[in-house]
Structure formats: C-alpha cells, structure tokens
C-alpha cells in the first residue's frame, strides 16, 4: 500500500508560480509511475501531467511550457513546478502512482493510488 500526500498548494496571483510535492510512504517509489491530476467545481477531474519511472515525462497540452514534472527518488517525492499560472488553472491538484505496465498515464482511472489533494487558487 502507497500512501501519498500532496503539499504545496495555495492562493497565488495570476502569472505566478507555485510548486507542488507528492511524497511517498513506499520505499519503492521510484518503481511507480506518477501522475498529476486535477478538479475544478463542477469539472470532471482532469490530467495535468505525469512521469514514469524511467524519467519520460507528459503534459496536458493546457499546461505545456508553463509545467513542469520531475521526481526525486532519494526523497520519494514528485514535483510538479507549476509557472506562469492562470486562474484556469484553480483546482484541487492530486498525484497518483500506479506500478509499471499497469497505468496509463493520462487515465486516472488506471492509477491505484491517490492523495488527498491540494488546493491551487490563481486570482486574477
């Protein structure tokens, strides 16, 4: 069992950047791939990017060039460096692991494990 906990979230300016952390209770992690999703009132949950345990990364086309992912496997912890942000970007963000070869990246739904969420604010 992972147990992951995002932090990092918070009410930030349009065009400004914050940066989120997944942190992993597994010591394992680096074996996972990573994904970030997100959810906005009354919006299904979408992707926002991911990476997999080789370092390969992928991006929503929404948040290309403005995202960025990465992975500190001596930390279990995945980042997300989020710059340049809009107010379409506030959502609950979440990170989710899934083992290789049994997730796909941009399918929530084939992640087996979730945090609890972080909340993102972009005022305008």
């Known amino acids: 069992q992972v147990q992951l906990v995002e932090s990092g979230g918070g009410l930030v300016q349009a065009g400004g950047s914050l940066r989120l952390s997944c942190a992993a209770s597994?010591?394992?992690?680096?074996?996972?791939?990573v994904g970030w999703f997100r959810q906005a009132p009354g919006k299904e949950r979408e992707f926002v990017a991911a990476i997999r345990w080789n370092g390969d990364t992928y991006y929503a086309d929404s948040v290309k060039g403005r995202f960025t992912i990465s992975r500190d496997n001596a930390k279990n912890t995945v980042y997300l460096q989020m710059n340049s942000l809009k107010p379409e970007d506030t959502a609950v963000y979440y990170c989710a692991a899934g083992s290789s070869g049994r997730y796909s990246y941009n399918r929530g739904g084939t992640y087996a494990y979730w945090g609890q969420g972080t909340q993102v604010t972009v005022s305008s």
């Open positions: 597994e010591h394992t992690f680096s074996s996972y791939g």
